[in-house]
């Protein structure tokens, strides 16, 4: 969910209803169905979520995955992303308190990688993409959702001390995960977020970047 501290701290003031904010759920589910629709998901697979928030999108991976390890910086929503895996139906899934950005690389390796509206709080976007390469096993998938590139920066206007990027233009999101390694890059449509911006709303696109490491 978030990288840098003021936004950790916010992002902790906000966990316990995270979950219940307007077109959180809906945006849940969607994500969740392109994931399905788009990488080849198996009951047997191990799954990273970076910045994962409560964990609402691994959960609702259940199905098709095994095993989940929900990370955020953000101890709030660590703390929540725990209580909702106590249930027995996630036995072996795991929350954790992880910086993909400054955190030693994790010793485990996944089959999947997910991170969804994580990348434009990083600093080194670049970086973390590689970070999240080296963290796959070999065909192992790499799957991204942020926002398109807002020259406006209208999605975070109203966000006091942030200080992340305006989403991405998707031949960067491109770039980097060729550049991290990654074969079979892809990028395409993510549906949108809807948000109010100065009295009205505002349809705010995202992309799914999706690459295998060889």
């Known amino acids: 969910m978030t990288q840098h501290q003021p936004d950790a701290d916010r992002f902790s003031d906000e966990a316990a209803g995270w979950d219940d904010k307007p077109g959180h759920a809906e945006r849940t589910l969607a994500v969740a169905a392109l994931l399905r629709a788009t990488l080849p998901l198996r009951p047997d697979l191990e799954l990273l979520e970076?910045?994962?928030?409560?964990?609402?999108?691994?959960?609702?991976?259940?199905?098709?995955?095994?095993?989940?390890?929900?990370?955020?910086?953000?101890?709030?929503?660590?703390?929540?992303?725990?209580?909702?895996?106590?249930?027995?139906?996630?036995?072996?899934?795991?929350?954790?308190?992880?910086?993909?950005?400054r955190d030693e690389l994790l010793d485990e390796r996944f089959d999947v990688v997910v991170g969804v509206l994580t990348l434009h709080h990083m600093g080194d976007v670049a970086a973390v993409i590689g970070r999240c390469a080296q963290l796959l096993r070999p065909g192992g998938h790499l799957a991204l959702v942020d926002l398109d590139h807002d020259a406006e920066g209208a999605f975070h206007a109203g966000v006091e001390d942030f200080d992340g990027h305006d989403g991405f233009t998707r031949q960067s999101a491109r770039s980097w995960l060729q550049s991290a390694g990654l074969v079979e890059v892809e990028v395409r449509d993510a549906g949108a977020i809807t948000k109010e911006v100065d009295g009205g709303e505002r349809d705010f696109p995202m992309f799914l970047a999706t690459g295998r490491r060889p």
Not at 51 to 56: D, F, I, L, R, V
Not at 76 to 92: Q, S, W
């Open 50 to 101: 970076i910045g994962g928030g409560t964990g609402s999108l691994s959960r609702e991976l259940a199905d098709v995955i095994g095993r989940a390890v929900v990370t955020d910086v953000a101890p709030g929503m660590v703390e929540v992303a725990r209580e909702r895996l106590a249930d027995p139906r996630f036995e072996g899934w795991e929350a954790r308190r992880y910086d993909i950005e």
